[in-house]
């Protein structure tokens, strides 16, 4: 089996965001694998682990500026068999739809050999948050989609999940290959340990770029792209509160301002 895990590398939400150049596209130099797609890579993991047989596989797969390889080190400390960065400086400033299109062709290349079984990703980027990407990507591979998995079970080639709202849990099927996010209610993302970290040296990695998986420079990046952001603005610092000095009637004006706010 192989399944191949789509990784992001963000900036570190402990930090303030930033955009930068032309593009205002988003500054990346603090920036981690975002936490959400530890639990895709978890999720891929046990799924490699319980499947019968011997030779499964787990790529993680990231596409960005060079900096992007550390998300991919650390997915192979963590477990991952090999890691493949897609990095092209054409690939700068992709919206959603531009980013699906880049990694079906890069997961293609993977198949080329082997075909994929699964791809699994997180349920959003911690940057983007716009959660389009899965289903883009399984409507650019044809395949079936399983989306904001809570949890994932795969009795031979079918794949089983639970997706949890706030009113109801459904579950849904689907035979592979196919397309999976999973939520961060999942699994518990292992941590990175001493035997993992000097193994991830000796694994497989892999850098392409847009010619190497057949995708021509203007079908990415900003002029790829079905979005774009046009202007953008420091947020305003925010401005000092009210204060109400309890004098034995702050009960009373504290429902004055809540009323004035139209919050009651």
Do not use: C
């Not at 639970?162 to 592979?176: F, H, P």
């Not at 961060?184 to 990695?205: C, E, M, S, V, W």
Request: glycine letters at 8%; hydrophobic letters at 45%.
């Amino acid at each position: 089996m192989k399944i191949v895990v789509l990784i992001k590398f963000v900036p570190d939400a402990q930090f303030d965001r930033h955009l930068s150049g032309p593009g205002h596209t988003t500054d990346r130099s603090e920036s981690i694998l975002s936490e959400l797609d530890e639990y895709a890579l978890e999720a891929a993991l046990q799924i490699a682990d319980a499947a019968p047989g011997s030779g499964h596989s787990v790529v993680a797969l990231t596409m960005g500026p060079a900096g992007a390889s550390n998300a991919v080190k650390k997915a192979l400390q963590m477990g991952a068999s090999e890691g493949i960065h897609l990095s092209d400086d054409a690939l700068a400033g992709s919206d959603a739809a531009a980013t699906s299109l880049a990694l079906a062709a890069a997961i293609n290349k993977i198949g080329a050999e082997a075909p994929v079984d699964l791809i699994v990703t997180g349920m959003a980027s911690t940057d983007g948050e716009t959660s389009l990407v899965p289903a883009m990507l399984a409507e650019r591979l044809d395949l079936p989609q399983l989306t904001f998995a809570s949890s994932v079970e795969l009795d031979g080639s079918t794949l089983t999940i639970r997706r949890d709202s706030d009113l109801y849990s459904e579950t849904v099927q689907a035979t592979l290959p196919a397309v999976l996010s999973v939520t961060d209610q999942a699994n518990d993302p292992r941590y990175p340990n001493f035997k993992g970290i000097i193994a991830a040296k000796r694994k497989k990695t892999q850098t392409l770029s847009l010619a190497e998986v057949g995708v021509d420079a203007s079908q990415v990046g900003t002029a790829g792209s079905w979005a774009a952001v046009t202007s953008a603005n420091e947020r305003p610092a925010r401005t000092a509160g009210t204060i109400i000095n309890d004098d034995g009637n702050a009960g009373i004006a504290l429902a004055d301002f809540l009323a004035a706010q139209k919050l009651i």
